[in-house]
């Protein structure tokens, strides 16, 4: 299976690092070929523009309308889109590993959906969901964040479960795309753990990432 892992954090000894580390070496371990994104690493832009396409189709600027019209021309898109793309395209399974920022994840992640998840390319017109361009394709999100677990529910201080915050990326992002979307794997409290408990964190994402294929699917799980 070919693997791409979509990472997206400034410090090499961060947790959130430490699990992408941890995912190449089971993945690779399991005989799978593994690609990394590391968005940081290459420098890659969250800001979509009028230079991410080769040539644009007339006066008037509609960034998606732009999308479909450098699709339709044999993916004019500009290197960095285009590389990323393709790497996207020769993928059986993505895997997004970010830490949790304001509810969400990094600009320059939220950037990489929105330059390479592009219309014609990840989804289209009635090309959606079931339909949607990436269907066939695994999907999963591998996520840190700093707080207890005790904040994140429906009665806690952010009243909200993690399926609930990473709905929009999920849902609105992957499953909108097509992906076959799987439980999303949080490790929660990671400034508050001692080694022990990072480790645990750690071997656990270990298992999730082996067995990926046989997890649960994000829409059962949602408001749990």
């Known amino acids: 299976m070919n693997v791409l892992i979509v990472y997206a954090h400034h410090e090499p000894t961060s947790f959130t690092a430490a699990m ?18 590391d968005l940081y690493g290459q420098g890659f832009s969250a800001v979509a523009q009028k230079w991410d396409f080769v040539t644009t189709s007339g ?3 509609n960034y998606m309308s732009e999308q479909k019209h450098a699709a339709n021309l044999q993916m004019a898109f500009s290197p960095d889109i285009l590389g990323e793309i393709q790497k996207l395209q020769a993928a059986d399974a993505l895997i997004i590993i970010s830490p949790l920022w304001w509810f969400s994840v990094p600009a320059i992640l939220k950037g990489w959906f929105d330059r390479v998840l592009a219309m014609g390319v990840a989804w289209d017109t009635g090309k959606f969901y079931e339909n949607g361009l990436m269907r066939g394709k695994q999907a999963m999100l591998a996520v840190s964040g700093g707080h207890p677990a005790d904040y994140f529910k429906v009665n806690g201080r ?8 990473l709905h929009p990326i999920n849902h609105g992002t992957l499953a909108f795309c097509g992906f076959n979307v799987h439980e999303p794997f949080v490790a929660l ?14 071997k656990d994402l270990e298992f999730r990432v082996k067995n990926m294929q046989n997890s649960p699917q994000y829409l059962t799980l949602y408001n749990t």
Request: net charge negative; no cysteine.
């Open 158 to 165: 952010h009243q909200a479960t993690p399926n609930q915050l």
């Open 59 to 61: 006066n008037h600027f």
């Open 20 to 37: 992408k580390n941890v995912s190449v070496q089971i993945l690779e371990a399991n005989g799978h070929n593994v690609t990394v994104s």
């Open 189 to 202: 409290n990671v400034l508050g753990s001692n080694d022990e408990g990072r480790e645990k964190a750690l």
